[in-house]
Structures are given as structure tokens and as C-alpha cells.
């Protein structure tokens, strides 16, 4: 039997560019019922990881990674691309296929002591992961867990992240 959240995912070919299949998961959010029933398959995996902080990663993060953080009482804290954050900001470059480009928080949203999770909606090479993962470490926070709605496993970013961290996906695209 077809899962209902799943099939909700849709892919979108050639945007925003020709040759990507874009994975939209904005079906999920327009339904109350699947919205409550990601959050939970989200979250489930961390109820007992003491998450402190959830981190979510621009833009596509924000959009459950809060509704996650009140379902872990936990704080959120966005990372955003360069210029976005009107604080004090630590920064982060990773590399692009052609190029390089940055990710950073504020300098005081995390430390010591603090428990992190990284959300975004989808993985794929895994190299803005990693770089957010570099960021939280920068501030003295220990990453404890990343989560992400779709995973595009057969780009295996997940071999980008640090080694010995749960890693949870709702969705795995082989
Ligand atoms: P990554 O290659 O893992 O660093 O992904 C870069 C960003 O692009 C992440 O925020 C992903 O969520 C997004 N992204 C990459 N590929 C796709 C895709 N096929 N569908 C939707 N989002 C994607």
C-alpha cells in the first residue's frame, strides 16, 4: 500500500535547471494531516537525543525545522546565506560544483554545551550539511543528530558528514 506522506513528494523535472529533478515537498505543508504526520516521523528519532537546538538551513529548512524545534522543546536557529543575518555572524564556505558559496549564523545563538540537530528538506551531495555541521562546531556546540525529509541517497551526501552522527531521513531516493 502506497504511503500517503510519500506520495505527496513530488519531482519536478529539469528545475531550476535543465537535468535536476527537483523533489517539491510543498504538497506536505498545504495538508494538515500529512503537516502533523512529518513533523512526528521528523522528530521521532530525536525524542531522546536531548536536542537543545535545532539549526535549519535556508531556506527550505525554515519551513518544518520550527514546527520540529517546539516538538523537541527545543530553540531554532536559521543559517542563512551570506548578508541575510543582521548580527555578528560566523561564516562557513563549501564548495559548488563551479565556485564556492557560504553559509553563517549568529555568533551567539549557539555554544558550549549546547545539543544540535541540522534539518533541511532534502540532502544531496551533503556539502551544505557539512558546512553547517563546521559552523555549529565553531561555536563550541556539538551536533547531535541531522535530519532531513528527502534523502537523494544515490548522490550518497550522507558520506560528507561527520562520521559517528545519526543521520534520519523520511524519504530515501536509491
Ligand atoms: P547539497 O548538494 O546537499 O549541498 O544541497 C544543496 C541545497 O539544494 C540543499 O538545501 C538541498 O535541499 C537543495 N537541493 C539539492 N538538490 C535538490 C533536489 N533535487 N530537489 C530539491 N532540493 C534540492
Partial sequence: MSDPLIAAVRTIPDFPEPGVLFKDITPVLDDPALFQEAIER??????????????????????FG??????????????????????TTLREEYALEYGTDAIEIHADALGTGDRVLIHDDVIATGGTAAATARLVQQTGAEVVGFSFFVELAFLEGREHLPEGVLVRSVLRVE
Fill in 42 to 63: 521528523l522528530a521521532t528519532p530525536f525524542t531522546a537525543a536531548e536536542v537543545t537546538h535545532i539549526v535549519g538551513i535556508e531556506s527550505r529548512g525554515f519551513w
Fill in 66 to 87: 520550527p514546527t520540529m524545534a517546539a516538538r523537541l522543546r527545543a530553540g531554532f536557529v536559521p543559517a542563512r546565506k551570506p548578508g541575510k543575518l543582521p548580527f
